[in-house]
C-alpha cells in the first residue's frame, strides 16, 4: 500500500487507473474535491509509466457517470429517482443525449490517447472467478487479475481492494491508513 500523496514512480512501473480516478479527474460530474488525485495523475502518472485500463473500467466509467447525471438532472428539475426511470424517461431527454456524448468524447480524447488496453480473454475470467480473496465485486477481481498479468500497481480511491494482498495499492483513501 502506498498513499498516492507520496508516488514516486519509475518508467518501469506499470499502473491501472481504476474508475473512481477517471471519474474525479475527467468525468462530467469530476469532482471538485478529488482528493489530490489530479495532481498524482497529471504530475507523477502520465508520462512517466506504463497506464493501463481494461474494457470493464472503460463501462463503469461511462455508465457511473451517466447514472450521476440522471441524478443530478432529477434534482435540478424536481424529479423523484423513482417515478423520473433512468431507461425509459432520462435516455430519451436533450440532458442524456449531449452527457452521453460528452462521456464518450472524453473517453475517446483525455482517456485512451494515455493507457493501453488490456483485453479482457478466458484466461483473465477464469483467473477470476478462481481467485481466492475477499474480493466481492467481479469487476475488481478482473482488475487485480489485469494488474497481476501486467505487473501494475492499482491507483484507486476504493477500499475493497484494502483485502487483497496480490497487488500493490496507491491510494489517497484514509481507509488504507488506519
Known amino acids: 500500500m502506498e498513499c ?11 499502473v491501472i487507473i481504476d474508475t473512481n480516478i477517471w471519474q474525479y479527474i475527467c468525468g462530467i460530474e469530476a469532482s471538485e474535491n478529488d482528493y489530490g488525485y489530479s495532481d498524482v495523475v497529471y504530475e507523477h502518472v502520465l508520462g512517466r ?7 470493464q473500467i472503460l463501462s463503469e466509467i ?3 457517470n451517466m447514472k450521476l447525471a440522471w441524478k443530478r438532472f432529477c434534482h435540478e428539475n424536481g424529479y423523484d429517482l423513482r417515478s423520473f426511470d433512468y431507461k425509459r424517461k432520462y435516455q430519451k431527454t436533450d440532458d442524456y443525449k449531449s452527457r452521453f456524448e460528452y462521456e464518450l468524447n472524453s473517453v475517446q480524447h483525455d482517456i485512451l490517447p494515455n493507457v493501453e488496453i488490456i483485453p479482457i480473454d478466458e484466461d483473465i475470467i477464469n ?3 478462481k481467485m ?5 465485486d467481479f ?8 494488474a497481476i498479468e501486467k505487473k501494475a500497481k492499482i491507483l484507486t480511491h476504493d477500499a475493497d ?5 496480490s497487488v500493490d495499492v496507491i491510494s489517497n483513501n484514509n481507509a488504507y491508513f488506519r
Open 127 to 129: 483467473k477470476s472467478l
Open 161 to 165: 481492494y484494502k483485502m487483497c494482498d
Open 49 to 55: 509509466c506504463g497506464i493501463y485500463i481494461n474494457n
Open 139 to 146: 469487476n475488481d477481481r478482473v482488475i487485480v487479475q489485469c
Open 132 to 136: 481466492s480473496s475477499g474480493l466481492k
Open 4 to 14: 498516492a500523496r507520496n508516488i514516486n514512480l519509475l518508467p518501469s512501473d506499470n
Open 62 to 64: 461511462i455508465h457511473s
